[in-house]
C-alpha cells in the first residue's frame, strides 16, 4: 500500500492508493434510465458541445443522465445533460444548474471529480437542455462495491475510503462550498468525491425554492439540521454525513432513523420535544460492536461525536475528524 500527501491550506491528508474492482463507468442510477432515452438529444451519435457526440449511456441522477462523449483528437469524456423539457427547465432552476456548474469547476483536488466546459442548447422549438462535460471515473461507487461484496470490507479498505473521501471533503470546504449530498452512491469505490451537483457556498442560505423542504441528500445520510431545514448549514453537515457512510461500511448496516416525513410529523406533534429523542430509533445509534469485533471500543464514541444530533457537538472540521480517526486507528497511519 502506498499513500501521497496532499497539503491543503489547514492540514495534510494521506491519498491513499486503491485498486478498481471492476471495469465499468462509475456513476449511479443505471436501473432508471431507460425513460429517458427516447429524445433525440439523448440519442447515440447526437452532438454535444464543439467536438463531441453521444456514444453510450452510463447512468441516471437525481436531475442529471451521464452519458458517454467521444470526439476526435480528444479524450472521452462524461457528460451530465438536465433531463428538463422546455416547460420544465424554469429560469429558476437554470439559474440554480449553471451556478452549480460554476462552482464545481473551481474544485481542483484529485480525490474530488474534475468538472470542465458546459453550455446551453436547444433541440427543435420544445426542448431546452443544459450539459457539463465532467471527468470520466472507472471502477464502482462505494454503493456498488458493498452490493457486490458478501463479506465485510476490511478496516482497511474501509480507512483507504474514507480518508480519501475526507481529503476531497476538506478541499471542497477550503474552496468555501458545502457538498451536501455525501453517501455512499456519490463516492467512489477509492473515496473520490463523485457528485458535486448541490454545492452551496459555506454561511448562505438557501435560496431556490424547489430545495427548501430538506429535500436535499439522502435521509439516512442528511443531518438533522439538514433534514429538518431548520438553520444555516455547516461544514459540519458534511461531516455527519460522512460519519453515517463510516457507519454503514463498517456494519453493512443502515442509520436506523425515522424518515424526513416522520421527523417533521413528530416535531410538530410534540413541540416541546428534543429533536435528539425523535431523530433516532430507540433514540440512540446502535454500537459498531453489536456488528464486528476488529475494532476499538473507541469507534463508538467517535461515531456518536461525528453524528452527534446538535452540530455544536459534532466535529466542526474535517481537520479534528480526521485527527480522532487517526488516534483510534494508528497502525494504519503509520507510513
Not at 439523448?42 to 443522465?65: N, P, R, T, W
Not at 468538472?115 to 461507487?141: A, C
Not at 455525501?182 to 442560505?205: C, Q, W
Request: glycine share 6%.
Amino acid at each position: 500500500m502506498t499513500h501521497e500527501t496532499i497539503s491543503t491550506n489547514h492540514l495534510e491528508l494521506p491519498i491513499v492508493e486503491t485498486t478498481c474492482c471492476f471495469d465499468e463507468y462509475c456513476m449511479p442510477g443505471m436501473g432508471k434510465l431507460r425513460s429517458f432515452l427516447n429524445h433525440p438529444p439523448f440519442e447515440i451519435g447526437s452532438k454535444i458541445g464543439e467536438e463531441y457526440h453521444v456514444a453510450d449511456y452510463i447512468g441516471f441522477g437525481g436531475q442529471f443522465l451521464i452519458v458517454l462523449a467521444k470526439a476526435e483528437d480528444c479524450c472521452d469524456r462524461a457528460v451530465r445533460i438536465s433531463q428538463n423539457p422546455n416547460t420544465m427547465l424554469t429560469e429558476e432552476f437554470r439559474e440554480f444548474t449553471e451556478n452549480q456548474f460554476r462552482y464545481a469547476q473551481k474544485l481542483d483536488h484529485p480525490m474530488v471529480m474534475k468538472s470542465f466546459e458546459y453550455g446551453l442548447e436547444e433541440w427543435g422549438s420544445d426542448f431546452l437542455y443544459q450539459y457539463q462535460f465532467i471527468e470520466l471515473v472507472f471502477g464502482p461507487t462505494v454503493e456498488a462495491l458493498m452490493s457486490y461484496r458478501e463479506s465485510q470490507l476490511s478496516i482497511n479498505e474501509i480507512l483507504k475510503i474514507v480518508t480519501n473521501a475526507a481529503s476531497g471533503i476538506a478541499a471542497i470546504h477550503e474552496q468555501g462550498f458545502l457538498h451536501r449530498d455525501i453517501k455512499p452512491l456519490n463516492m467512489h469505490r477509492s473515496g473520490k468525491i463523485l457528485d458535486t451537483a448541490m454545492l452551496l457556498p459555506i454561511g448562505e442560505v438557501e435560496e431556490y425554492s424547489f430545495l427548501k423542504s430538506g429535500c436535499i441528500g439522502t435521509p439516512i445520510y442528511r443531518s438533522p439540521e439538514q433534514m429538518l431545514n431548520q438553520e444555516t448549514l455547516s461544514p459540519s453537515s458534511d461531516i455527519y454525513s460522512l460519519t453515517a457512510t463510516l457507519f454503514y461500511l463498517l456494519t453493512r448496516a443502515q442509520i436506523p432513523i425515522h424518515t424526513g416525513e416522520l421527523i417533521f410529523e413528530l416535531h410538530k406533534k410534540f413541540e416541546n420535544t428534543k429533536i435528539e429523542d425523535i431523530f433516532f430509533m430507540n433514540g440512540e445509534i446502535p454500537s459498531i460492536l453489536n456488528f464486528r469485533d476488529d475494532v476499538p471500543k473507541e469507534i463508538d464514541e467517535f461515531i456518536r461525536k461525528g453524528m452527534a444530533i446538535r452540530r455544536e457537538e459534532r466535529y466542526q472540521d474535517i481537520e479534528s475528524f480526521f485527527s480522532d480517526l487517526k488516534n483510534i486507528f494508528p497502525k494504519f497511519f503509520l507510513y
